[in-house]
C-alpha cells in the first residue's frame, strides 16, 4: 500500500513538473518569436508595480479605472522587489501564473475524470492555443490572476462535493472558497460567473449538506473578507463601480449580431481557429472545426454528466458545463465585450481544458482512433494558432492592415539623446517609452480616441508643467498634427524615428490650447464648415425635449476629428445667453473631406417660456466652438410655451 501510495505521488510529480516544463517552454516560444507583446497595457501595471514599491501607494483598481482590482500589481511589485522593474522580470511573474492555471485546470480534471484526463486537460493548456498565453501573459493587470483564483474556486467546489459525499466537515474548505470568490470578485465582476458554477455545484451534489448553515455563513462572511477593498472603496464612492461604463449592460436590440460575433470571432479565437489582432483563419477550414470541437465538449459534458462512471465526473461535468455556458452569455450582455479581442471568454479555459482531457481519456477507453483524431484536432488548432500568430513585439497598430515598426527601446535612447524628458504621446507609446526609460523620460497619453486615454495622473501633471513639452506621434495623429502645424504656420522643429514623429519647439501659446484639450485642435477657418440648415419643430415646452436634424457640409481638407460633437445654445432675440452648453450629439462617422452630413440631435428646452433662437454649432471639445475660430453657426427661432401648452 505504502509504495502504491509513493508511486502515485512520483506520478503526480512528474505530470506536474512535464506541464510546468511544457508550459514555459509554449510561453518562451511565443515570446521569442515576438508573438507576445509588451505594450502600455502592461507597462502601465508594471508602472503601478513600482508605485506601490517605491512611493507605498496601495490603489484599490487599476489606475484609470473604477474596477480591476490590483492584486496583480502587488503581487507585480514583489516580484519587481527581487528581480527588478524590466519586461523580462514581469514576463517571468505572469508566467507563474499561466503554468499555475495550467496545474489548477489539470487537478480539476484529475479529480473528476481521472489520471490520464487530468494530464491531457492539462497538456491542452500547457501547448495552446495562442490566445491562452498571448492574455495570460499580458493579462493586461487582472485576467491571468481572475482566471488563477476562479481556477482555485472551481477546485475547491470540487473537493467541497467529495468531503461532503464522504460525510466529513467542509466548513473551512467552504470559507477558503468565499474568499477566493471574494478575491476575484474584487478582480474583475465578470466573475459573478462563479455563482451559476456554485449553483450548479449545489443543485448537482449528492447531498443537501452544502446548505447548512454553518457553512454558509463560513462562506459569505469569508466572501465579504476576500473582497474587502471593493465594498470599502465603494462604500466611499456611492457604489461607483456598478455605475462604470465599462460594465454596462448590451442592448437587447443588437443580441443577433453579438451572438453571430460570439461564434466567428470569440469561439473561433478562444479555441484557436483565428487570430486575435488580423481575425485571420488559422487554416482553411479551422473555424468549422473549432465549432465541431465544441460541440463535441458540450456534447461529452451532457452525456458524462448524465451517464458518468462516478459521481465526481457526473459532478464535475455540470459545473465545467456551467462555465462553459454562463462565461459567453455573461459577456454577450456588457456592453464593452468586443469578441475580436474576447478577454472576457478567458475565464472559459476552466470549463473548455476539463472537458477536453475528460473527452480524449474517455475516448480512449473505448474507440482508440476517436481519441487520436480528437488529439490531431487539438494539436492542430492549438500549434496552428500559434504558427499563424502574427509577431507584435516592436510594433505599433495604425489600424485593422496597418502597423507601424518601432523598437521601444530606440525610441528611449533617442528621446534621451536629445535631452526630451517630458512627452505628450500617444497611450500605445506613452506608459512604455515611461517605464523603459525608468523614468527619465516621462510620457502622458496625447492623441484621438483611446491614444488620449490618461491612466497615470501624475505623470500627466508632470508634463502638463513643463513649458517646451515634446509630442511624439505616429499615424493619423501624427497627420493631423502636421496639418494643424503648417494650416496655422505654428513654428516647429521636427525629426522622425522608429516610424515616429517627434515635435519640439512649439510656441507657449500652441502648447497652452492644445493642453486644454489633450487633444489636435481642429483648428478651422471660416468656410471650413458650410451649414445646410436646420429642421425641427418651431414651437416647444419648457423642460421638454424635441428631435431636430442639422446638415452640414465638411470643406477641411481632412476628415473632421472625432473630438468635434454638434451642440447648441439657447439665445434671447437680443442675442444675450440663456443657456450656453447644450446636449451634445456624437457625429458618426467621421465626416470626409467634401461630405455632407445630416445628424439628429436631441435638444432639451430647459428655460422658461418665452421666444428664443435655438443656436446649433460645432464643437472641438476642450478646445473651441466653431463660431469662435469665424465660422457663424445656424439660429432657428423657437417659441417655448408652458407646460401648460401641450398638455
Known amino acids: 500500500m505504502r509504495s502504491e501510495s509513493a508511486g502515485r505521488c512520483l506520478r503526480l510529480a512528474a505530470a506536474a513538473a512535464l506541464l510546468v516544463l511544457l508550459t514555459a517552454a509554449t510561453a518562451g516560444g511565443l515570446v521569442a518569436a515576438g508573438r507576445i507583446p509588451f505594450s502600455s497595457d502592461q507597462s502601465i501595471i508594471s508602472l503601478m508595480a513600482l508605485d506601490i514599491l517605491q512611493k507605498g501607494v496601495h490603489p484599490v483598481f487599476c489606475y484609470g479605472s473604477q474596477y480591476g482590482g490590483t492584486l496583480e500589481p502587488h503581487y507585480l511589485a514583489a516580484v519587481f522587489s527581487v528581480l527588478g522593474p524590466s519586461p523580462l522580470a514581469f514576463r517571468l511573474a505572469m508566467g507563474v501564473l499561466v503554468a499555475a492555471i495550467v496545474l489548477a485546470v489539470w487537478a480539476m ?3 473528476c475524470y481521472g489520471e490520464r484526463a487530468g494530464l491531457l486537460a492539462g497538456l491542452y493548456l500547457a501547448v495552446g492555443p495562442s490566445f491562452f498565453f498571448y492574455k495570460g501573459l499580458t493579462s493586461d493587470g487582472a485576467y491571468a490572476s481572475l482566471v488563477l483564483v476562479c481556477g482555485l474556486g472551481l477546485w475547491l467546489l470540487l473537493a467541497i462535493e467529495r ?8 466548513t473551512l474548505h467552504l470559507a477558503l472558497l468565499g474568499w477566493l470568490l471574494g478575491l476575484a470578485w474584487w478582480i474583475l465582476p465578470i466573475s459573478v460567473f462563479m455563482a451559476a458554477a456554485g449553483a450548479a455545484a ?7 449538506a452544502w446548505l447548512a448553515p454553518r457553512g454558509v455563513a463560513a462562506l459569505l462572511a469569508a466572501f465579504l473578507l476576500g473582497g474587502l477593498p471593493w465594498w470599502w472603496r465603494n462604500l466611499q464612492t456611492g457604489w461607483v463601480s456598478l455605475k462604470a461604463p465599462e460594465l454596462a449592460a448590451a442592448q437587447i436590440g443588437g443580441m443577433a449580431t453579438r451572438l453571430a460575433s460570439l461564434f466567428r470571432d470569440g469561439w473561433s479565437i478562444l479555441l484557436g481557429a483565428s487570430s486575435v489582432t488580423t481575425g485571420e483563419v488559422t487554416f482553411p477550414g479551422s473555424r468549422p472545426l473549432a465549432w465541431a470541437l ?17 459521481q465526481a465526473a457526473r459532478h464535475g461535468s455540470a459545473v465545467f458545463l456551467t462555465v462553459l455556458v454562463a462565461v459567453p452569455c455573461l459577456a454577450l450582455f456588457v456592453a464593452r465585450t468586443d469578441f475580436a479581442e474576447p478577454r472576457y471568454l478567458l475565464p472559459a479555459y476552466l470549463g473548455i481544458a476539463p472537458l477536453a482531457g475528460g473527452l480524449i481519456s474517455a475516448l480512449w477507453e473505448r474507440w482508440t482512433a476517436g481519441a487520436v483524431l480528437a ?7 492549438s500549434l496552428g494558432s500559434q504558427l499563424a500568430s502574427p509577431r507584435l513585439e516592436n510594433r505599433l497598430r495604425v489600424d485593422a492592415r496597418t502597423w507601424v515598426e518601432s523598437d521601444p527601446r530606440e525610441v528611449v535612447r533617442r528621446l534621451q539623446e536629445t535631452g526630451t524628458d517630458a512627452v505628450y504621446a500617444s497611450y500605445w507609446v506613452a506608459y512604455r517609452t515611461t517605464f523603459l526609460s525608468a523614468g527619465t523620460v516621462i510620457a502622458s ?8 486615454f490618461v491612466r497615470h495622473v501624475e505623470h500627466q501633471a508632470f508634463v502638463d508643467r513643463q513649458p517646451a513639452p515634446a509630442f511624439l506621434l505616429y499615424g493619423p495623429d501624427r497627420i493631423r498634427f502636421e496639418s494643424y502645424l503648417s494650416r496655422f504656420a505654428i513654428p516647429h522643429r521636427r525629426e522622425s524615428f522608429e516610424g515616429l514623429t517627434l515635435f519640439t519647439g512649439l510656441p507657449p501659446e500652441a502648447v497652452a490650447r492644445i493642453r486644454a484639450c489633450n487633444c489636435i485642435p481642429e483648428g478651422v477657418k471660416a468656410g471650413d464648415i458650410e451649414w445646410l440648415g436646420v429642421a425641427g419643430p418651431r414651437r416647444g415646452t419648457a423642460g421638454g425635449e424635441a428631435l431636430y436634424r442639422v446638415a452640414f457640409r465638411n470643406r477641411l481638407p481632412r476628415p473632421l476629428s472625432p473630438n468635434v460633437h454638434l451642440a447648441y445654445h439657447w439665445r434671447r432675440p437680443d442675442g444675450t445667453i440663456v443657456v ?6 456624437a457625429i458618426a462617422p467621421t465626416p470626409a473631406p467634401g461630405a455632407e452630413v445630416e445628424v439628429e440631435a436631441r435638444v432639451l428646452a430647459d428655460l422658461p417660456p418665452g421666444e428664443y433662437d435655438l443656436v446649433f454649432d460645432l464643437v472641438d471639445e476642450g478646445a473651441s466652438w466653431f463660431e469662435w475660430l469665424g465660422i457663424p453657426p445656424p439660429r432657428h427661432r423657437v417659441l417655448v410655451g408652458g407646460p401648460e401648452a401641450n398638455p
Not at 468531503?163 to 467542509?170: D, I, K
Not at 449545489?202 to 443537501?208: F, I, K, L, Q
Not at 465544441?294 to 462516478?310: E, H, K, N, Q, Y
Not at 497619453?445 to 488620449?452: A, K, N
Open 163 to 170: 468531503r461532503l459525499a464522504a460525510g466529513a466537515s467542509a
Open 375 to 381: 488529439t490531431g484536432l487539438l494539436l492542430a488548432l
Open 109 to 111: 480534471a484529475h479529480s
Open 294 to 310: 465544441l460541440a463535441s465538449l458540450i456534447g461529452f459534458g451532457v452525456v458524462s454528466l448524465r451517464r458518468g462512471p462516478t
Open 202 to 208: 449545489v443543485a448537482a451534489g449528492a447531498t443537501r
Open 445 to 452: 497619453p496625447f492623441g484621438s480616441g483611446e491614444r488620449g
Open 580 to 585: 450656453h452648453d447644450g446636449l451634445r450629439t
